[in-house]
């Protein structure tokens, strides 16, 4: 049956699946959410749902912006169901459907940039919220600046000028959001006194979501804010500070599936749960996280040894479903945010430095990923996989890393300089210290001569 608001009632009338609580007609919205995908959907809207069954808190729903072309589909997919979705949650042992309600539109920076800045510029709308990929923010995660080179960047930096609504980032709209809030009267014009503007009157509360921890959230929202903190499907707190949870999540969430993915697909795995039961990569997994356990410093209310269990239960879950090939996508990006600040010198905030075994298993999944940027180029000696290495430098297509994987591939074992420049071209020069390079020569040479399983062994304590 089409799940519609006609055929609600009778979707949920035996219960199996809930419907919303409150009267999708009265809500209004207050928030605008920049990217409508999976994990908006699957975690933040429940928050929302939750809040909006609350009295006096019909105010808070949700317009959605999708900036990708992409996005028609779940745009026209929404419409035609009345703009609610069904989520459903699977545990090992459990499951429950629930039908979420709180979108209201749905707009697409590909056919109406215009209206989209209309309903940022609005008056009724108090928060806008963004759920983009790493490289959505289009940051050069080495230098820590804004990739002006890019396509993007530098078209919507061209129509900020111009006073031109035809924008592709998320930065974009924000920044000709704020020309117009700060104008009153419309204007689009971009002046130097922006900046300053956006700094004295713009809050930007900065958030962790994650089914699996509480969802945090700095609580700094000048035009108010819905009442998150009384959901009841998940926990959600506020604090000063979200960067210490946030780093929980980053170096052991994020990186644990950065761990998992490279080796994994060396070794021929394709689904996360199917690698996890493989006791090769199950137990470097807890050598890994023990590793970059130590750059995480102590969280509130979180303990570290109950997160990392908490972790692999999930990644273990069959009903999940998670690919290897998806996990691999993006490394450039991914590895930089949450795997690279554990390799900096002062990453641990508190007691001894990282020891060469701890350096080993952070950086053995940087070494696997530069087996795979080499892919069929690689001079493999006769105790090499046979198996074909599948190509997963789609990260990649410009060459940037590359040429110096390449490079460090052909000098693993011999030359650190080369393992220092693919370091420093991917990661930035705080990442490719001496210590860090010379263990990414080592672990190339056993790869080049070797097998990914040789290297599992070496770091996990084998001869």
Same mark, same amino acid.
């Given at each position: 049956? !089409? @799940?519609?608001? $006609?055929?609600?009632?009778?979707?949920?009338?035996?219960? &199996?699946? #809930? /419907?919303? =609580?409150?009267?999708?007609?009265?809500?209004?919205?207050?928030?605008?959410?920049?990217?409508?995908?999976?994990?908006?959907?699957?975690?933040?809207?429940?928050?929302?749902?939750?809040?909006?069954?609350?009295?006096?808190?019909?105010?808070?729903?949700?317009?959605?912006?999708?900036?990708?072309?992409?996005?028609?589909?779940?745009?026209?997919?929404?419409?035609?169901?009345?703009?609610?979705?069904?989520?459903?949650?699977?545990?090992?042992?459990?499951?429950?459907?629930?039908?979420?309600?709180?979108?209201?539109?749905?707009?697409?920076?590909?056919?109406?940039?215009?209206?989209?800045?209309?309903?940022?510029?609005?008056?009724?709308?108090?928060?806008?919220?963004?759920?983009?990929?790493?490289?959505?923010?289009?940051?050069?995660?080495?230098?820590? !600046? @804004?990739?002006? $080179?890019?396509?993007?960047?530098?078209?919507?930096?061209? &129509?900020? #000028? /111009?006073? =031109?609504?035809?924008?592709?980032?998320?930065?974009?709209?924000?920044?000709?959001?704020?020309?117009?809030?700060?104008?009153?009267?419309?204007?689009?014009?971009?002046?130097?006194?922006?900046?300053?503007?956006?700094?004295?009157?713009?809050?930007?509360?900065?958030?962790?979501?994650?089914?699996?921890?509480?969802?945090?959230?700095?609580?700094?929202?000048?035009?108010?804010?819905?009442?998150?903190?009384?959901?009841?499907?998940?926990?959600?707190?506020?604090?000063?500070?979200?960067?210490?949870?946030?780093?929980?999540?980053?170096?052991?969430?994020?990186?644990?599936?950065?761990?998992?993915?490279?080796?994994?697909?060396?070794?021929?795995?394709?689904?996360?749960?199917?690698?996890?039961?493989?006791?090769?990569?199950?137990?470097?997994?807890?050598?890994?996280?023990?590793? $970059?356990g130590r750059t995480v410093p102590p969280v509130e209310g979180l303990g570290k040894e109950e997160w990392c269990r908490t972790v692999l239960d999930r990644f273990g879950n069959p009903a999940v479903r998670d690919t290897i090939f998806r996990l691999n996508e993006d490394a450039t990006n991914r590895m930089a945010v949450s795997l690279a600040p554990c390799l900096e010198e002062d990453a641990v905030p508190d007691g001894p430095p990282l020891s060469r075994i701890e350096i080993e298993a952070l950086v053995l999944p940087v070494s696997c990923w530069v087996r795979q940027l080499v892919g069929a180029d690689a001079k493999l000696a006769e105790k090499s996989p046979k198996a074909e290495i599948?190509?997963?430098?789609?990260?990649?297509?410009?060459?940037?890393?590359?040429?110096?994987?390449?490079?460090?591939?052909?000098?693993?074992?011999?030359?650190?300089?080369?393992?220092?420049?693919?370091?420093?071209?991917?990661?930035?020069?705080?990442?490719?210290?001496?210590?860090?390079?010379?263990?990414?020569?080592?672990?190339?040479?056993?790869?080049?001569?070797?097998?990914?399983?040789?290297?599992?062994?070496?770091?996990?304590?084998?001869?």
């Open positions: 049956m !089409k @799940l519609c608001s $006609a055929n609600l009632e009778k979707i949920c009338e035996t219960g &199996a699946v #809930k /419907a919303p =609580k409150y009267d999708r007609s009265k809500v209004q919205p207050g928030i605008v959410h920049i990217g409508v995908g999976n994990f908006h959907r699957a975690h933040q809207c429940v928050f929302v749902e939750d809040t909006l069954e609350l009295p006096g808190q019909e105010s808070w729903a949700y317009r959605g912006v999708g900036l990708m072309p992409g996005d028609v589909k779940m745009r026209d997919i929404l419409k035609e169901q009345d703009m609610m979705y069904a989520l459903w949650q699977r545990g090992t042992d459990t499951e429950e459907v629930r039908v979420i309600g709180c979108h209201q539109e749905f707009y697409l920076a590909t056919e109406d940039s215009e209206a989209i800045l209309d309903l940022l510029s609005a008056a009724e709308t108090k928060i806008v919220t963004l759920t983009v990929t790493e490289k959505g923010y289009f940051v050069n995660f080495a230098t820590g !600046k @804004l990739d002006t $080179a890019s396509p993007a960047v530098a078209s919507d930096i061209e &129509a900020l #000028k /111009a006073g =031109k609504a035809t924008l592709k980032t998320a930065a974009g709209f924000l920044v000709a959001t704020a020309a117009r809030r700060r104008s009153g009267a419309g204007t689009r014009a971009v002046d130097k006194e922006l900046a300053t503007w956006i700094s004295e009157n713009v809050s930007f509360p900065n958030s962790m979501v994650d089914r699996i921890t509480p969802a945090t959230t700095e609580d700094k929202f000048p035009c108010g804010r819905a009442a998150w903190d009384k959901s009841t499907s998940g926990k959600c707190i506020f604090v000063e500070d979200v960067l210490p949870y946030e780093l929980m999540k980053l170096r052991l969430l994020n990186g644990v599936h950065q761990a998992l993915s490279y080796p994994a697909a060396l070794l021929g795995h394709a689904l996360v749960h199917e690698a996890l039961a493989d006791a090769r990569i199950s137990g470097f997994l807890k050598v890994y996280m023990a590793a $970059a599948p190509a997963l430098n789609r990260d990649d297509k410009s060459g940037v890393v590359t040429g110096p994987a390449l490079a460090a591939w052909a000098a693993a074992g011999s030359a650190q300089e080369a393992a220092a420049s693919f370091l420093e071209t991917a990661f930035g020069a705080k990442a490719a210290r001496p210590e860090v390079t010379k263990v990414l020569a080592d672990q190339l040479q056993i790869l080049k001569e070797k097998d990914v399983e040789a290297l599992l062994h070496t770091v996990c304590g084998g001869a």
